[in-house]
């Protein structure tokens, strides 16, 4: 996994040797001096995730934190304070900040990378959401992003894993301060609570008598109803190696033992947060989604949604300095299809293309029916060459099946021609890009149609 990485610390040594070691394991690393430029780099959308120290003269970390998290622009970056401070208080104090995690120096390298890893999956995860729901703010739903900025965590609803009596008390009791708590005792039984429960996070212990406890988080991850809910470690302090483990499976968080009750809280409060921050989201989406910013024959999405949520993913590629590529795609001969076999077939047809073009491109990928039998897909993070390779894809997939019709009574040969456009930087703009690729659509149709054309050909 890549991932653009801020380090900020006052120290040119402590600097110097987490650029190293970040860039040993192949991830991309951006560092401040000072929280004031931490602020201004982060605002710009220059980094995927923050590792923030806290003694900083002029603003510490915990205020860099804090600004951060209060802003809607920045509130989505994680943030993961590494520091000499190892008091539980001021744990608490960060995690009250707003942080995602709090390492304490000196840092182990496996520690350091699973958390860094884990926080850039969840923050790259969110990232499209996050994107599609900025587009809906422009058509009049709520904005998640302020809501979630006034969202404390309180008074979610917790299923608490754990077959040790004293152990669930103690636990539960220090968390019915701020939430609802149900505890389960089997693991077996815990998978099917989680699944049907709707609950805002899972905590479960790591020592669990007769199951493996990674296990069951695995199981809980795997399942489409729960592949969202955070899930939170109780561990013992031998048991580092299992928390990375768990980590690496899809844990969101863990608290070792013995628990110290405003970590407890204050970490469970984060996870409930960024659950109903993500929930939020999703609901966004999908109401956007009946706002008529999909093609109701195809399922794609249509010209309208194009139009705002394209420019968004060109500024978000130029500030990053990140490739990005756009192709227009059209049916050839469409409309001998209409004329020949009536406009049903010609339904049929268009169904039956924007499936396989699904099929063909990724999921952060935008694939949109602009009209009649004209496609375009936009693809970040990727750059002419690539985009060239799936749009040859697409085009085979198309050619060497024949499309069904009249409910699978006649089957027709279909081809497409494609124009390939690759983004210029931040002079560029979605016109012009689109434009580029229209033409090389228009060179593939005048030399033969069925192939592809790049605008570098």
Known sequence: MTARILVVDDVAANLK???????????????????????DLCARSQC??????????????????????????????PVLIVTALDRPSDRVRGLEAGADDFLTKPVADAALFARVRSLARLKMLGDELRLRAQTTREIGLSDALLEAVADSGAGGRALLVDDRESSF???????????????????????????EGGYDVVIVSLSLANF???????????LERTRMT?????????????????????????????IEPNELTARVRTQVRRRRYTDRLRSNVQTSMELAITDGLTGLHNRRYLEMHLQALLDQAASRDRPLSALVVDIDHFKQVNDRHGHDAGDDVLREFSRRLKASVRGIDLAVRLGGEEFVV??????????????????TRTATKAFPIRGGELALDVTVSV??????????????????ADVALYKAKTHGRNQVVSDAA
């Open 17 to 39: 040797l987490l650029d190293d070691r970040l860039t040993a394991e192949y991830f991309e690393v951006v560092t401040a001096h000072d929280g004031p430029t931490a602020l």
């Open 48 to 77: 995927d995730l923050v590792l923030l120290d806290v003694m900083m003269p002029g603003m510490d970390g915990f205020e860099v934190c804090r600004r951060l998290k209060a802003d809607p622009k920045t509130h989505h970056i």
């Open 169 to 195: 008390a103690r636990i539960r009791d220090i968390l019915s301060k701020t939430q609802t708590v149900d505890v389960e005792t089997s693991p077996q039984e815990a998978v099917f609570r989680a699944a």
């Open 212 to 222: 493996d406890a990674l296990r069951l988080c695995a199981q809980i991850r795997s």
């Open 230 to 258: 955070p899930i939170v470690l109780l561990a013992e302090p031998d048991q580092n190696a299992r928390v990375l483990r768990g980590l690496e499976v899809g844990v969101n968080d863990y608290v070792m033992r013995p």
């Open 378 to 395: 936009v693809m970040p993070e990727t750059d002419g060459a690539v985009a060239r390779i799936v749009a040859e894809r697409i085009r």
């Open 419 to 436: 124009g390939v456009s690759s983004f210029l930087g931040a002079e560029d703009d979605a016109a012009a890009l689109l434009k580029r």
